[in-house]
């Protein structure tokens, strides 16, 4: 049983920059993949990124990539998202998930474990 904290969601205006942050429990949170999902009002849940076990392995969707970074630290349990360059079209509830993988992951149905969300509004 994996459970998932999300934190550093808030309003930020178009240009800034945010980090979310994922905390896990579960002692073997080094062996998950992870990734970052976020939905908007009205639309479906979205890939945005993910990265896999060890951390060598990333993959983005193309709105942000260039703009997001994912990183984990298996020491502290945790996964982190950097967000710049933020748009007003990337606010959105954005959910932490985790699925026991070797691969990266990047369809939300593969992903057992999910964060409750925390909220992105990116002011224009």
């Known amino acids: 049983q994996v459970q998932l904290v999300e934190s550093g969601g808030g309003l930020v205006q178009a240009g800034g920059s945010l980090r979310l942050s994922c905390a896990a429990s579960?002692?073997?949170?080094?062996?998950?993949?992870m990734g970052w999902f976020r939905q908007a009002p009205g639309k479906e849940r979205e890939f945005v990124a993910a990265i896999s076990w060890r951390g060598g392995g990333t993959y983005y969707a193309g709105s942000v990539k260039g703009r997001f970074t994912i990183s984990r630290d298996n020491a502290k349990n945790t996964v982190y998202l950097q967000m710049n360059s933020l748009k007003s079209e990337d606010t959105a509830v954005y959910y932490c998930?985790?699925?026991?993988?070797?691969?990266?992951?990047?369809?939300?149905?593969?992903?057992?474990?999910w964060g409750q969300g925390t909220q992105v509004t990116v002011s224009s």
């Open positions: 998930a985790a699925q026991n993988a070797l691969v990266v992951i990047t369809t939300p149905e593969q992903y057992r474990y």
């Open positions: 579960g002692r073997t949170f080094s062996t998950y993949t």
